[in-house]
């Protein structure tokens, strides 16, 4: 028996040297997946006193394609995580991915798990993100106060100081859970206005302050000059067009036309981007169905704002889409925008696919069945569940009269 140990033991010694020698002796232009199962992920763990970094996707995520081709392939983010963690990626529908989304309760695409050699959750993140973000959550994994799961079993000790609070209210805020609104109201009762001005008490203000009526954005304006000069005004007026871009939206609904321009100059004021004030300027005519000051304040933005900007012009035209597809005139209107984004980039899969909607609404259906046809082809590049609405779009298209 003891023999048998010793053997195993020489053995695993072994292959953690070749792992490494192997990794240290190999270059990578890319996170260094292994394959494998996933009790053979958490023995490599174990070996090298590491994390194991798992990549839980689907063949038909977008977002998921996206990472792969934009921030794994980035040197920063390989080299760290090459360095720090076990990497391996597993479809969350095949083999073993049903058992482990169960597991760890996956239910949206890209999940990353950070776990320890014995399975314990110890870090989560989600969504597509840019690389910055994305190395940030690695580096919250390796430290126990930022990590999520670490932050989980601190909360449920009842053991946590205001900076963890709000480090996991943030945590949970991103991972959309609405449980971290109720720690904010935790914190609000404890934090006194020196706590709030910290930079932990920033990032909880830059994190849940949604309205005016919330008791972060009376603290935010009442020490307006203190945050600007700690983290700049560009910061404080994103949190402002935040919220006046939700009271637009309300007011457009509502056709509050006085209050619905008084926060639009609001928002002018705040340096908010073209694309955002033609978007809710000309939505604000579209859902209110004021057919003429659509079309000239459309007409207005596309022709002297947005010349390069093929994307906001399909988005201003697609809006037509889900309001008013029986009105002749918006149709019109929508095709004449959407021909001129068709024009600049005809190999945009969103704009192709938009073209051909808006063209079989009008009636030009033999060109709407090209484009729509084109747009399937490109969506084979995209993802399987892109395809299928492609699909869906083309059969919709030919059934139009």
Same mark, same amino acid.
């Given at each position: 028996?003891?023999?048998?140990?010793?053997?195993?033991?020489?053995?695993?010694?072994?292959?953690?040297?070749?792992?490494?020698?192997?990794?240290?002796?190999?270059?990578?232009?890319?996170?260094?997946?292994?394959?494998?199962?996933?009790?053979?992920?958490?023995?490599?763990?174990?070996?090298?006193?590491?994390?194991?970094?798992?990549?839980?996707?689907?063949?038909?995520?977008?977002?998921?394609?996206?990472?792969?081709?934009?921030?794994?392939?980035?040197?920063?983010?390989?080299?760290?995580?090459?360095?720090?963690?076990?990497?391996?990626?597993?479809?969350?529908?095949?083999?073993?991915?049903?058992?482990?989304?169960?597991?760890?309760?996956?239910?949206?695409?890209?999940?990353?798990?950070?776990?320890?050699?014995?399975?314990?959750?110890?870090?989560?993140?989600?969504?597509?993100? $840019?690389? &910055?973000? +994305?190395?940030?959550?690695?580096? #919250?994994?390796?430290?126990? /106060?930022?990590?999520? @799961? =670490?932050?989980?079993?601190?909360?449920?000790?009842?053991?946590?100081?205001?900076?963890?609070?709000?480090?996991?209210?943030?945590?949970?805020?991103?991972?959309?859970?609405?449980?971290?609104?109720?720690?904010?109201?935790?914190?609000?009762?404890?934090?006194?206005?020196?706590?709030?001005?910290?930079?932990?008490?920033?990032?909880?203000?830059?994190?849940?302050?949604?309205?005016? $009526?919330? &008791?972060? +954005?009376?603290?935010?304006?009442? #020490?307006?000059?203190?945050? /600007?000069?700690?983290? @700049? =005004?560009?910061?404080?007026?994103?949190?402002?067009?935040?919220?006046?871009?939700?009271?637009?939206?309300?007011?457009?609904?509502?056709?509050?036309?006085?209050?619905?321009?008084?926060?639009?100059?609001?928002?002018?004021?705040?340096?908010?981007?073209?694309?955002?004030?033609?978007?809710?300027?000309?939505?604000?005519?579209?859902?209110?169905?004021?057919?003429?000051?659509?079309? $000239?304040?459309?007409?207005?933005?596309?022709?002297?704002?947005?010349?390069?900007?093929? /994307?906001?012009?399909?988005?201003?035209?697609?809006?037509?889409?889900?309001?008013?597809?029986?009105?002749?005139?918006?149709?019109?209107?929508?095709?004449?925008?959407?021909?001129?984004?068709?024009?600049?980039?005809?190999?945009?899969?969103?704009?192709?696919?938009?073209?051909?909607?808006?063209?079989?609404?009008?009636?030009?259906?033999?060109?709407?069945?090209?484009?729509?046809?084109?747009?399937?082809?490109?969506?084979?590049?995209?993802?399987?569940?892109?395809?299928?609405?492609?699909?869906?779009?083309?059969?919709?298209?030919?059934?139009?009269?």
């Amino acid at each position: 028996m003891r023999k048998i140990f010793i053997i195993t033991v020489a053995f695993l010694i072994s292959f953690s040297c070749k792992q490494k020698e192997e990794r240290k002796n190999s270059t990578y232009d890319d996170i260094n997946f292994l394959e494998g199962n996933f009790q053979e992920m958490l023995d490599k763990a174990a070996i090298e006193d590491k994390l194991v970094f798992i990549d839980c996707y689907t063949s038909w995520c977008a977002p998921c394609k996206w990472m792969d081709k934009n921030v794994f392939v980035k040197e920063e983010v390989y080299t760290f995580f090459n360095e720090n963690f076990i990497n391996y990626k597993i479809d969350m529908e095949k083999g073993e991915g049903p058992a482990l989304g169960k597991r760890y309760n996956v239910n949206s695409y890209p999940t990353y798990l950070f776990v320890d050699s014995k399975g314990n959750l110890v870090h989560l993140a989600k969504s597509r993100m $840019e690389v &910055e973000e +994305f190395i940030q959550e690695a580096k #919250n994994a390796l430290n126990p /106060e930022k990590a999520f @799961g =670490k932050l989980t079993e601190k909360y449920q000790s009842g053991t946590m100081n205001l900076n963890q609070l709000a480090s996991y209210a943030i945590q949970l805020n991103k991972l959309g859970s609405r449980d971290g609104g109720k720690i904010v109201d935790e914190i609000l009762k404890k934090a006194d206005s020196q706590w709030m001005k910290s930079e932990i008490g920033w990032d909880l203000i830059e994190s849940f302050t949604k309205d005016k $009526e919330s &008791e972060l +954005f009376k603290v935010l304006n009442a #020490n307006r000059d203190f945050y /600007e000069r700690s983290y @700049g =005004k560009e910061k404080i007026y994103s949190i402002y067009r935040g919220i006046l871009q939700r009271e637009l939206y309300q007011y457009s609904r509502n056709g509050e036309k006085e209050m619905f321009f008084q926060s639009l100059d609001s928002l002018k004021a705040l340096n908010a981007p073209i694309r955002d004030i033609a978007i809710m300027h000309s939505n604000f005519y579209l859902q209110n169905l004021d057919v003429e000051s659509y079309i $000239e304040t459309s007409d207005m933005y596309v022709d002297q704002y947005l010349q390069q900007d093929e /994307e906001t012009i399909a988005f201003i035209a697609r809006s037509v889409l889900n309001y008013h597809t029986e009105d002749k005139a918006l149709m019109q209107q929508a095709a004449k925008i959407i021909k001129k984004a068709y024009a600049m980039a005809p190999d945009n899969y969103g704009i192709v696919s938009t073209y051909a909607q808006i063209l079989g609404h009008i009636g030009e259906k033999t060109e709407a069945i090209k484009a729509a046809e084109l747009a399937v082809a490109m969506a084979d590049t995209i993802s399987s569940k892109v395809k299928d609405r492609a699909l869906k779009n083309l059969e919709e298209i030919k059934a139009l009269k």
